[in-house]
């Protein structure tokens, strides 16, 4: 079952050794090989570190053993076609709560609306910011 919507798509996701980030890089790279590329964004000194520290953070996990048995020998090649480990110059830090007790409404306002403004206000104080950003939410009923 491939996520068709991300099908030769570029996707930039940030705090990429984080729980939900590894959840979602396995499910991209397990899914849809046929995405464009998968920008992913740590926390690192330079470039050297930031691959290392994906490699060993988020590649060696446990979860990712069903994606070193479907790639094989052929998983490197695939990891550098398709992603793209960078640390920033500038690292802007947003929070949100990782409590799943927490009320829906309270989790709703910490998790979105609170990091956009956050998000936004540190945006417009870089020049070239991007002039579009896209979150996805998706309820399933």
């Known amino acids: 079952m491939e996520i068709q919507f991300l099908e030769n798509k570029s996707i930039l996701l940030t705090g990429a050794t984080g729980f939900l980030a590894k959840v979602v890089i396995e499910k991209i790279i397990r899914v849809q090989p046929i995405v464009k590329k998968l920008y992913l964004l740590l926390r690192a000194e330079d470039s050297s570190s930031a691959l290392h520290r994906f490699n060993t953070e988020v590649m060696e996990k446990e979860l990712f053993k069903v994606v070193r048995e479907k790639y094989g020998a052929k ?12 640390c920033p110059a500038i690292s802007l830090v947003i ?3 990782t409590d799943f007790d927490e009320r829906y409404d309270i989790a709703l306002g910490v998790n979105t609306i609170g990091a956009a403004n956050e998000f936004f206000e540190k945006m417009q104080k870089i ?5 579009r950003i896209y979150c996805i939410c998706v309820q399933r009923e």
């Open 75 to 86: 998983l490197n090649s695939f990891m550098e076609e398709k992603v793209c480990v960078c």
């Open 127 to 131: 020049e070239d910011a991007p002039s």
């Open 95 to 97: 929070a949100a709560t």
